[in-house]
């Protein structure tokens, strides 16, 4: 807050002044009031949750239908958090999450708490671009003036790298900045080879160029292979998705683009 309000004193049309931090600060509790609301009604729903005995239950349920299995647990986690998207705000699905999820995968598998807590995080804030609902998108489609619902695939899309990356700093705890210097760079350029593979595989083009879908479907396996923490099946993945993407600027052909006259 106290940069913003330096900040704003670089352009005098926006610099806050008293006046201007008052109604600031008005504005922010007046946003603020809906949130509470959701994070209160969540509260109700997690002490009810508690009260029944329920908790436990879930996490049975997690366990059984994973088979006790980690990636699936991974995977039914993110999927639980997406469809508690469609009709709560983020911090309360975060909260649910919290609640329900984090007995499991810190008590279970015994994962870090911190990337825990981010992976839940993610995939509260994905719920909001992903069909059907993707409250997100009606906002953009609201300033862009076109029909929300048809925005949910291309939001996908675009945040495809975000749906992975939540996996990848569970296995790789160096894109947090924890362990030395070589290891967070190390784990940083892999992240960053990933999101790309990822995201060209989804988009299908290399700048002007289009990946055959051969190509594309061993960029996206490139992609998860990379998640993994042994560092041969990173460097590997991230090897192969190199030499395929280096293959299709090579031989790759301009795409083929009709522009309505």
Same mark, same amino acid.
């Given at each position: 807050?106290?940069?913003?309000?330096?900040?704003?004193?670089?352009?005098?049309?926006?610099?806050?002044?008293?006046?201007?931090?008052?109604?600031?600060?008005?504005?922010?509790?007046?946003?603020?009031?809906?949130?509470?609301?959701?994070?209160?009604?969540?509260?109700?729903?997690?002490?009810?949750?508690?009260?029944?005995? &329920?908790?436990?239950?879930?996490?049975?349920?997690?366990?059984?239908?994973?088979? *006790?299995?980690?990636?699936?647990?991974?995977?039914?986690?993110?999927?639980?958090?997406?469809?508690?998207?469609?009709?709560?705000?983020?911090?309360?699905? !975060?909260?649910?999450?919290? #609640?329900?999820? $984090?007995?499991?995968?810190?008590?279970?598998?015994?994962?870090?708490?911190?990337?825990?807590?981010?992976?839940?995080? !993610?995939?509260?804030?994905?719920?909001?671009?992903?069909?059907?609902?993707?409250? #997100?998108?009606?906002?953009?489609?609201?300033?862009?003036?076109?029909?929300?619902?048809?925005? *949910?695939? !291309?939001?996908?899309?675009? $945040?495809?790298?975000?749906?992975?990356?939540?996996?990848?700093?569970?296995?790789?705890? =160096?894109?947090?900045?924890?362990?030395?210097?070589?290891?967070?760079?190390?784990?940083?350029?892999?992240?960053? $080879?990933?999101?790309?593979?990822?995201?060209?595989?989804?988009?299908? !083009? &290399?700048?002007?160029?289009?990946?055959?879908?051969?190509?594309?479907?061993?960029?996206?396996?490139?992609?998860? $292979?990379?998640?993994?923490?042994?560092?041969?099946?990173?460097?590997?993945?991230?090897?192969?998705?190199?030499?395929?993407?280096?293959?299709?600027?090579?031989? =790759?052909?301009?795409?083929?683009?009709?522009?309505?006259?």
């Amino acid at each position: 807050t106290a940069a913003v309000i330096v900040l704003s004193w670089l352009h005098p049309p926006t610099a806050i002044g008293p006046r201007r931090f008052v109604e600031c600060c008005t504005d922010t509790i007046l946003q603020l009031v809906p949130l509470v609301g959701a994070v209160a009604a969540a509260g109700v729903v997690i002490g009810a949750i508690e009260i029944a005995a &329920l908790a436990g239950k879930f996490t049975l349920l997690i366990n059984t239908l994973s088979g *006790g299995l980690l990636i699936p647990t991974l995977l039914l986690s993110a999927l639980f958090l997406v469809l508690l998207g469609m009709g709560m705000p983020t911090p309360a699905v !975060y909260i649910m999450g919290a #609640a329900l999820l $984090a007995p499991v995968l810190r008590g279970v598998f015994n994962l870090p708490e911190m990337q825990v807590h981010l992976f839940m995080l !993610y995939f509260a804030c994905l719920s909001a671009i992903t069909p059907p609902v993707a409250v #997100a998108n009606f906002a953009a489609g609201a300033i862009a003036g076109v029909n929300p619902m048809a925005l *949910g695939p !291309y939001a996908v899309k675009l $945040a495809i790298g975000g749906f992975i990356l939540p996996f990848y700093f569970l296995f790789n705890p =160096g894109l947090n900045m924890e362990g030395g210097v070589l290891y967070v760079v190390e784990c940083t350029l892999f992240a960053a $080879a990933m999101v790309t593979f990822a995201s060209l595989a989804i988009q299908g !083009y &290399l700048g002007t160029r289009a990946i055959a879908w051969p190509l594309r479907l061993v960029l996206f396996a490139c992609a998860v $292979a990379t998640v993994s923490p042994r560092f041969d099946v990173t460097t590997g993945a991230t090897v192969l998705g190199a030499l395929v993407l280096g293959l299709v600027y090579l031989r =790759g052909r301009p795409a083929k683009v009709d522009v309505p006259a």
